[in-house]
């Protein structure tokens, strides 16, 4: 899919940052994902697949299957739970400003994480008024993964078979990097500290086809 969603209320709850103007608002939707590719396969091995007798019953019947998704990073914003407009406890987490872009080409790394976008570009509003960022103009890594599987099928009857799977999650042991840190007054904030998926997973199973 290629696709954009944007919207003033995937995230809201109850209150406005700034209830006098929800302009500012309205972006990116929590759950945009621009680009999203989910592949799948199935390949039944075509040696001894016909046979009927021992060699067949043995060497025949195994099949290789996958999956493959890709999706772009998850929208995001600076924002902090201090009241710096002043308007009292309870409003939404307020923007911090943002002059220029804050993409970077290539991050790097330091003692807390990855540097995941430019941090000089935000700076605290004034006190007594509201940020002027636009909502989730933010966005953070892409994430990708590959499942696969190895099948082997015995034929019992004509409506039964028995099939031994080694599925395989996570098949490249890849990496996928978390969302980075929003917070504007913490130490770590521009950086990503961690991943957001599992390791390499294994699984055995036998499953009765009827």
Known sequence: TLSRSTDNGSSLTDVLPNAYNAHTYFGP??????NVVVSNYIYKVPLFRNR???IGYALGGWEISGIFQYQTGTPFSV????????????SGNQ???QAGDSSISTGSFT???LV???TSVFTQPAAGTFGTQQRNGL???SFWTTDASLRKNFPIMDRLTMQFRFDVFDFLNHPNW???NATPTSGAFGTITGKSNDDRQLQLALKMIF
């Not at 924002?79 to 309870?90: E, L, P």
């Open 79 to 90: 924002r902090t739970t201090q009241d710096i407009a002043g308007v009292g406890a309870g």
């Open 178 to 180: 978390g969302g980075p």
């Open 111 to 113: 003692p807390t994480g």
């Open 52 to 54: 009927r007798d021992v």
């Open 29 to 34: 939707s929590d759950f945009d994902r621009t």
């Open 116 to 118: 995941w976008f430019k």
């Open 95 to 97: 923007f911090w400003n």
């Open 139 to 141: 966005r953070g890594p």
